[in-house]
C-alpha cells in the first residue's frame, strides 16, 4: 500500500482527559487541528464526524502507543476496519 491511498493522515496525542488532533487533509492539502473529550461518545461522534468527510476512504492514523486504548475505541466504532501499518494505522476499508 503506498501513501496515495490514504485521504488524510491524523495524528493523535492521546491523554486521560482529552485528545489533541492534527489532520492532514490530501485532497486539499491542508491541516486541521482539534482536541476532543475522551468520553466514548465523544470518540464516536469524531469517528463519524471523519466518515461523512472522507466516506470509506482509507485515512492513516499515527499513535504513541501500541496499546492505546483509544485504538481499541476505534476499532469497535468504525467496524473494526483497522489494521497496524508499522507504527502506523490505518482507518477504513482496505
Not at 486521560?16 to 465523544?42: G, M
Not at 485515512?59 to 476499532?75: F, N, S, T, V, W
Amino acid at each position: 500500500m503506498t501513501t496515495a491511498n490514504y485521504i488524510a493522515y491524523v495524528g493523535i496525542d492521546w491523554a486521560d482527559r482529552k485528545h489533541d488532533i492534527a489532520l492532514d487533509d490530501c485532497a486539499s492539502d491542508t491541516w486541521h487541528e482539534s482536541i476532543i473529550p475522551t468520553r466514548p461518545q465523544d470518540i464516536l461522534d469524531w469517528v463519524n464526524q471523519l466518515r461523512v468527510r472522507y466516506g470509506e476512504g482509507q485515512i492513516a492514523i499515527g499513535m504513541e502507543q501500541k496499546r492505546d486504548p483509544l485504538l481499541y475505541a476505534l476499532c469497535q466504532y468504525d467496524h473494526g476496519r483497522i489494521q497496524r501499518l508499522g507504527e502506523y494505522y490505518c482507518l477504513g476499508s482496505g
